[in-house]
């Protein structure tokens, strides 16, 4: 075959090596890199990808499944020479986010714009298999600046942790979900570990706390922390808080970054466009060529110009015409309790919707002193009913703590 054929090549696993490897290859030849997380089993996205010879690789069964050249052709604006799942926000169903040069170095470029880069040799890259963050950011910023990628193969778990304590240096930028750094915070506490001093991290895909900040800072011996804010159709950055600066409240994720133009709407959430806007998407066979891109997440602006995350427009309680946000009772939790929790709309026969209050078992946090200090904070009474103690809160796919799961436990009562 000839380097002047489109290739495109599918992958399917956990990050490693090989997939960065890979991925080189595709940004250097020009080529199609589809990344799959593990658990994918619809592909008919095929269809909608531009013309190529397709190769199957990464970690896929003995029994491969019978994979075609797409049987139409798709005319594309750019190249695209990357593709993401991504579940999104709010969306049970993945779909493939797939993105041109373009749109990942306007990006990358403007994110880095705020770093000291002298200070980056390596990047470490905690393991997602929707492998977003870490592909927009570890991958590309390694492979055009001749950074070190250090990444943990396979599943997310704790060995993960123990490996960052072996690995982190004083020219290291960490990629942080709030979940993988609060996970690494009470490793590092358990076992008595300071590891050694790194430049920075970046912390995003979930609302970040100041408490997450502070323990970047404090517990994992970290120089100057970041917070990044986006999505994975904004490459994925929309704004960022620099590095060294530390939020001044729950949720603050900096200014808009200049590779992006956005627009508030207040309780309605939020649009932007531009140059870091992904190109197109494909779900359930259907490819979707990107201009704008619209949000359900509520975003206000500060005089100084940063931006405060608050929280998004579905995931709200609607209770008995009441309505509250679920991510700041969730954050009032956090900061009053020192203690993980996700909440979630539970059925009520005369409120419609109640609160549902799933917490780690670990916390030793009583019931009681809850429910009295969310009437102190909120001014309602919920449920004591709706509460379920757990030895782990449960995670999805992205590292981030999983709303799905929480509701399906209260189902799991009622049964």
């Given at each position: 075959?000839?380097?002047?054929?489109?290739?495109?090549?599918?992958?399917?696993?956990?990050?490693?090596?090989?997939?960065?490897?890979?991925?080189?290859?595709?940004?250097?030849?020009?080529?199609?890199?589809?990344?799959?997380?593990?658990?994918?089993?619809d592909f008919s996205f095929i269809d909608s990808l531009p013309?190529?010879?397709?190769?199957?690789?990464?970690?896929?069964?003995?029994?491969?499944?019978?994979?075609?050249?797409?049987?139409?052709?798709?005319?594309?604006?750019?190249?695209?020479?990357?593709?993401?799942?991504?579940?999104?926000?709010?969306?049970?169903?993945?779909?493939?986010?797939?993105?041109?040069?373009?749109?990942?170095?306007?990006?990358?470029?403007?994110?880095?714009?705020?770093?000291?880069?002298?200070?980056?040799?390596?990047?470490?890259?905690?393991?997602?298999?929707?492998?977003?963050?870490?592909?927009?950011?570890?991958?590309?910023?390694?492979?055009?600046?001749?950074?070190?990628?250090?990444?943990?193969?396979?599943?997310?778990?704790?060995?993960?942790?123990?490996?960052?304590?072996?690995?982190?240096?004083?020219?290291?930028?960490?990629?942080?979900?709030?979940?993988?750094?609060?996970?690494?915070?009470?490793?590092?506490?358990?076992?008595?570990i300071k590891p050694t001093k790194s430049y920075s991290c970046?912390?995003?895909?979930?609302?970040?706390?100041?408490?997450?900040?502070?323990?970047?800072?404090?517990?994992?011996?970290?120089?100057?922390?970041?917070?990044?804010?986006?999505?994975?159709?904004?490459?994925?950055?929309?704004?960022?808080?620099?590095?060294?600066?530390?939020?001044?409240?729950?949720?603050?994720?900096?200014?808009?970054?200049?590779?992006?133009?956005?627009?508030?709407?207040?309780?309605?959430?939020?649009?932007?466009?531009?140059?870091?806007?992904?190109?197109?998407?494909?779900?359930?066979?259907?490819?979707?060529?990107?201009?704008?891109?619209?949000?359900?997440?509520?975003?206000?602006?500060?005089?100084?110009?940063?931006?405060?995350?608050?929280?998004?427009?579905?995931?709200?309680?609607?209770?008995?015409?009441?309505?509250?946000?679920?991510?700041?009772?969730?954050?009032?939790?956090?900061?009053?309790?020192?203690?993980?929790?996700?909440?979630?709309?539970?059925?009520?026969?005369?409120?419609?919707?109640?609160?549902?209050?799933?917490?780690?078992?670990?916390?030793?946090?009583?019931?009681?002193?809850?429910?009295?200090?969310?009437?102190?904070?909120?001014?309602?009474?919920?449920?004591?009913?709706?509460?379920?103690?757990?030895?782990?809160?449960?995670?999805?796919?992205?590292?981030?703590?999983?709303?799905?799961?929480?509701?399906?436990?209260?189902?799991?009562?009622?049964?």
């Amino acid at each position: 075959m000839s380097d002047s054929m489109r290739r495109i090549f599918i992958w399917k696993g956990y990050h490693d090596q090989t997939m960065f490897d890979f991925f080189k290859l595709c940004w250097d030849k020009n080529y199609l890199l589809v990344c799959c997380p593990p658990n994918l089993k619809d592909f008919s996205f095929i269809d909608s990808l531009p013309e190529g010879d397709i190769s199957l690789c990464g970690q896929w069964p003995d029994t491969k499944p019978l994979i075609k050249a797409a049987s139409k052709k798709t005319a594309y604006p750019e190249t695209p020479i990357l593709g993401v799942f991504t579940t999104g926000t709010s969306r049970e169903k993945p779909r493939l986010v797939l993105y041109s040069k373009t749109n990942i170095t306007s990006c990358h470029n403007a994110i880095f714009s705020l770093f000291d880069i002298s200070r980056i040799r390596q990047v470490y890259c905690y393991p997602q298999p929707y492998h977003v963050f870490g592909i927009l950011l570890g991958y590309a910023a390694c492979h055009l600046k001749k950074w070190r990628l250090v990444v943990p193969e396979g599943r997310y778990n704790a060995d993960h942790h123990r490996y960052f304590t072996e690995k982190v240096s004083s020219e290291t930028i960490s990629l942080f979900t709030p979940t993988h750094l609060n996970d690494l915070s009470r490793y590092l506490v358990t076992n008595k570990i300071k590891p050694t001093k790194s430049y920075s991290c970046i912390i995003g895909g979930a609302k970040v706390m100041t408490s997450d900040w502070h323990n970047a800072k404090t517990i994992a011996n970290i120089d100057q922390p970041s917070i990044g804010y986006g999505c994975t159709e904004a490459s994925p950055g929309i704004s960022h808080l620099a590095p060294g600066v530390k939020p001044t409240q729950d949720g603050e994720v900096g200014s808009t970054l200049p590779s992006v133009n956005l627009e508030l709407f207040g309780k309605k959430g939020l649009e932007f466009s531009g140059p870091s806007l992904a190109m197109a998407t494909i779900e359930s066979g259907k490819v979707s060529f990107l201009k704008k891109m619209k949000l359900n997440d509520q975003l206000s602006r500060r005089n100084n110009g940063s931006m405060v995350f608050n929280t998004r427009t579905d995931n709200i309680l609607n209770r008995g015409g009441e309505k509250f946000a679920l991510e700041e009772i969730e954050s009032f939790i956090k900061m009053s309790h020192k203690v993980e929790s996700i909440c979630v709309p539970v059925t009520h026969s005369r409120l419609g919707l109640e609160l549902g209050v799933v917490i780690q078992s670990s916390s030793k946090l009583k019931k009681a002193t809850l429910y009295k200090s969310l009437e102190s904070k909120f001014g309602k009474k919920f449920s004591v009913q709706n509460y379920i103690e757990t030895d782990q809160l449960p995670v999805n796919d992205q590292a981030k703590l999983d709303r799905k799961a929480a509701k399906a436990m209260f189902k799991q009562n009622k049964t």
